[in-house]
């Protein structure tokens, strides 16, 4: 029922752990299931030069998450926010309709981790200098 690319993410995980020093961190919840991501990102000069996540959730969640931070390293802001869960799942091969709804805790990491980024650094959605 697995892919063969989820059962190599779920596997041997990329990219597990934390980062220290992280630039955003961000932690949401599935209110489906109440699994729990944490999703560190490192950021310079605008581009996500390291990512690391912790997962405390099912294999389709770890195997998301894995493909997802392999897949917003070396990337811009911009660029990681076109990265929804369909992005993700289309790079693992697809996954059971029951287990779509793991993916979306991925997305929302990223984008919690790129919302405390720019909370810390003042800047607007956009990525802008909202002021000062
Ligand atoms: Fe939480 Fe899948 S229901 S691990
Ligand atoms: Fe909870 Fe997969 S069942 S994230």
Redesign the pocket.
Known sequence: MYSEKVMDHFMNPRNVGEIEDADGVGQVG?PK???IMKMYLKIEDGVIVDAKFKTF??GA?VATSSMATELIKGKTIKEAEQITNKVVMDALDGLPPAKVH?SVLAEEAIAAALQDYRARHGLDTDGEYAGC
Do not use: S
């Open positions: 599935n299931c109440g699994d959730g099912c969640a793991c």
